[in-house]
């Protein structure tokens, strides 16, 4: 009995020797090595294509949403303006790239209006109705027209979570739509830092 107690007492030990040391504490969910969202290539709000690595050295905030979306995606975009000012001096550190769910009815002037109105530097993009598909699958984006598709007068059911980046481009955490602002900006913040 005694010695499989301290056979336990053992593996216990070396076990909680497994843990990383000064591993980060994230509020977001942690999904660094993921194998998906790895880079796209889009056309912004001002018709430059843009990738990932035009962000590079800046910590990233993807949302994919769309325009005409009735509350998630306004909140969402408001949530990062405030993200934003309690970066305080990091501010211009962080890039939010807002991708659409919805590009037949968001052109490029609609993005070009409706994405700087929350932030002059936030940007807007968006992928050709064709290839959107693949671009919600390779970022396992959920979007589904709901209402009267053929007229055009239709709401889309998406993803709502939000998508960090650290400065070196690589995706690192998932903020649930609940996430309050000071938490994401203290996440970001060890990004950042380099954690």
Known sequence: MRKIFLSVLLVAA????????NAPQF???????VDYGKDFSLTDHT????SLA???GKAIVLFFGYTQCPDVC???????????????????KLQVLFITVDPERDTQALLAEYVPAFSPDFIGLRADPAKTPALLAAFRIFAQKQGDVASGRYTIDHSAGMYAYDPQGRLRLY???NEKPESIAEDLRLLLQGK
């Open 14 to 21: 070396v076990l909680g020797g497994c843990s990383v040391p």
């Open 175 to 177: 903020f649930h739509m």
């Open 54 to 56: 035009d962000f590079k």
């Open 74 to 92: 306004p909140t969402a975009l408001t949530t990062l303006v405030q993200v934003k000012k309690l970066l305080g001096p990091d501010a211009d």
């Open 47 to 50: 018709g430059r294509a843009r």
């Open 27 to 33: 509020h977001a969910t942690d999904i660094t090595g």
